[in-house]
C-alpha cells in the first residue's frame, strides 16, 4: 500500500510557527494535486489547504487564510505547509493526500485516494 509519510508536528505556544513536510513515494505524485487536511477530537476531518500539481495555484480554508502556506518540491517528491502565528484552535491531527487530479479547486475528502498517517499539532495557549 503507497502512503504518504508527514512530519514536523509537535507542541508549540500560540504564536509559534511549525513547518510539516509531506514526503510521497516516488514521481507518481507530483503531478497531482495535492492537500492538506487536520481531524480535531470528536470533530470531522476538515480541509486545510491545497496545491495544484504545476504548483501555481493554491487553495486555503479561510480559517487559516494568511498564516498558512502551502508549497511544494518535486524534486523532493515533498509538499510542505507552512503554519504561523498558530492558535489553539489549530490543534489537530494534520494530514497530506493526493487529489485524483491535477488542477482545479479542492475536491472533498472523498476525492482524495492516499493520505498519510498524520502528524500531530498542539497549540498550547
Known amino acids: 500500500q503507497v502512503q504518504l509519510e508527514e512530519s514536523g508536528g509537535g507542541l508549540v505556544q500560540a504564536g509559534g510557527s511549525l513547518r510539516l513536510s509531506c514526503i510521497a513515494p516516488?514521481?507518481?505524485?507530483?503531478?497531482?494535486?495535492m492537500g492538506w487536511f487536520r481531524q480535531a477530537p470528536g470533530k470531522e476531518r476538515e480541509f486545510v489547504a491545497a496545491?495544484?500539481?504545476?504548483?501555481?495555484?493554491?487553495y486555503y480554508a479561510d480559517s487559516v487564510k494568511g498564516r498558512f502556506t502551502i508549497s511544494r518540491d518535486t524534486a523532493k517528491n515533498a509538499v510542505y505547509l507552512q503554519m504561523n502565528s498558530l492558535k489553539p484552535a489549530d490543534t489537530a491531527v494534520y494530514y497530506c493526500?493526493?487529489?485524483?487530479?491535477?488542477?482545479?479547486?479542492?475536491?472533498?475528502?472523498?476525492?482524495?485516494?492516499?493520505w498519510g498517517q498524520g502528524t500531530q499539532v498542539t497549540v498550547s495557549s
Open positions: 493526500a493526493r487529489d485524483t487530479r491535477v488542477s482545479g479547486p479542492p475536491p472533498e475528502v472523498a476525492g482524495y485516494d492516499y
Open positions: 516516488g514521481r507518481m505524485f507530483n503531478s497531482y494535486s
Open positions: 496545491i495544484s500539481g504545476s504548483g501555481t495555484n493554491t
